[in-house]
C-alpha cells in the first residue's frame, strides 16, 4: 500500500516534469525506499496513480539495478566485484560472505535476514574492496572485517 | 599550477561551503560571465580548448557551439550534468564534489548562462548519497543566496537532482536522455544529437561534472592561463587517481600530461610491497592496457590518441604481476556482459559469450583456436552496435589479448592457472 506520504512526494516529482512517464524511476525510488523493493500491489497502485500502464512501470523496473522486485532479507549486502575491487581482493571478501551465510551471490538467507548481492563498481576504488550495506558505504572490507560486519548484523551469533 | 577544481585541499578537510568557496574567489566567475554575452562565453570555452573530462574527450566549445539559436528554437532548452560516474576504476567526481561542491555548481551555472538552457538536472547515480547531501545543501545555500533568481542571473533557471536508479548505460548521454524520461536508459541514433533533440525532445547539452567544474577558472584567468596549465596538450588541470595494489590509493588535482609513472609511483606511494607493475588502464576499465613501456607517456588525449590509446576518465587501475590477466580480463567482460543494455545483438549476445570463453580458459577449459576465435569475436563486436558501450568493452579486453598473448596461450596449452597455483603456494 502506497502512504499518503508516499504519493505526495511521487506528486512532486510528477510536477515539474512534462510527462507522468518522467517520474517513472524516482517514484520507484520512493516505493523502494519506504518497503524495501516494490512489490506487486505496489506496482498496481503506482500505475493507477501515476496514469501509466504497468508494462511500462515494469520496463523500466527490470531495468535498472537497484530497483527490486523480490522482496530482500532485512538487510542487503551488495560486494563490489569491479576491476579494481577485484584486484584488491573482492573475491575472498564475497567468498567469505557466501561460506558464513551458506548461501550463493544472489541469494537470501532462510531466516530471511540477509540479502547477498555482487554489484558494479560503488565508486570507491580508492578503498577497494568496497561493499554497500543497506545503502550504507563500508570501504577496504577484508575478510576479517567480513566476518565481524556480519557479527554486527546477526547480533554476534554465528 | 594552480588548484582551480580542488583548491588545496586534503581529502579529509570536509567540502568547502558556500562561505569558504566565495572568500576564495568562488563565483566571481559567475559574476563575470552575467555581464558577458552569452556567445562570448561560449567562444571563451572554445578557444580554451577545453575537452570533456567523461572520458571521451569531446571538444566542449564544439557542444555548445551546436546548440540551436534560442530565438528560433522550442524552449525549455536543457543542462544535464552527468553525474553517473559507473566506469569501474572512476571516483573522480564523487571526490570533487564530496571536496568542493560548488565549483561544479558555478561552472553548470555559467554553461547554463552560455547555452541559454532555462532547466538543469544533476544526473546522479543511486550509490552517491553522500554526495546527494552534499550538493543539496549546496543548493540550497545558492539559492538562499539568491544566486540562481532571474535578479541575479538575467534569466529563469530550474535546477534539478535526479538520482539514478542504477545502469553502466546511463553514462552514455542520449542513454542519459532517455533515463532521465523515465524509460529504460537505452541509447538512441545519432544524429539528431542531444543538442537538437535532447532532453523531451528539446536542445540539450550533456556535460561532465569535472568539464563543468573546470568553467569557473577559465572565465577567470582565459584561455591562455587555461592552456598554460597543462604539461604537454590540451590544457588545463585534471583529476587523476589510481586504484589497485599501490600503497596511498587516491585522486589527485595535477596538470593534464601527467604521466602513469607520476601518478602511481610519486602520488600513489609507488607498489605495494610483495607487488609489481604489470599494466594498467589508464582512466576506467574503457580504456586499453598500457604496459611498463608507457610509464612516461603523457596521460592526455591527443598523445594517447597517437598511441593508439585512449585516456578514458584518467583514473588510474594497476594490475599487478600478482593478478592473473586472464582472470582480470574475464572480470573485465563480466562487467560489461552484465551491464550491457541489451539493445544490439553483437553486445547483448556476444559479451556473454565472450565472458563464457575467458572463464573457461582461466579455469584450465580452454582449447586450441580459443585465443584466435576470441580476438575474432572483439573484432566483431566492438563496432557493429549502436554506442559506445561495446567499443568501450572492446577496449581492455582486446588490449589484454594482445599485450598478454603468452600467458592466455600458456593457460590453454597448460589446462591451468599458474597465477593461482603460485597464489597458493604463496599462502596469499
Redesign the interface.
Known sequence: MLTKEEKNKIAEEMS????A??????A??IVQDAHGHVSDEDMKELADFMQVSISELE??AT?????FRKDPGEHVISVC????C???GSDEVMQTFAEKLDIRPGETTKDKKITLLPT?????????PAI?VD?E?ITNVSPEKAREILKDLTGGGS | MEKVLTFELSPNDGPVMIDRYIADGGYAALDKAIGMDSGEITALVDQSGLRGRGGAGFPTGFKWKAMPDPDTCSHPRYILCNFDEMEPGTFKDKYLALNNPHVILEGLIIAAKAVQADIGYIFLRGEYKKVRKVLEEAIAEIRKKGLLERSKLGFDFELHIHMSAGRYMCGEETALINALEGKRANPRSKPPYPQQCGLFGKPTLVQNVETLANIPAIVRNGTDWFKSQAKHKNGGTKLYGVSGRVKTPGCWELPMGSTLREVIYEHGGGMQDGYEFAAALPGGASTMFMGPDHLDTPLDFDTLKEHGLSMGTGTVIVLDDKTCPVAATANLAKFYARESCGWCTPCREGLPWVHALLVDIEEGRGVNGDYEELVKQIEMIGPNTYCAFAAGASFPILSALMMFEDVFKEHIRLGRCTYRLEKQAAGR
Request: hydrophobic fraction near 40%; include cysteine.
Open positions: 515539474h516534469m512534462p510527462s512517464q518522467a517520474s517513472i524511476i524516482d520507484l525510488n520496463s523500466v531495468f535498472y539495478n537497484l530497483v566485484d569491479s576491476i579494481s577485484f584486484v584488491c558494479v563498481c560503488l565508486g570507491y576504488c580508492e578503498k577497494a554497500s545503502g558505504i
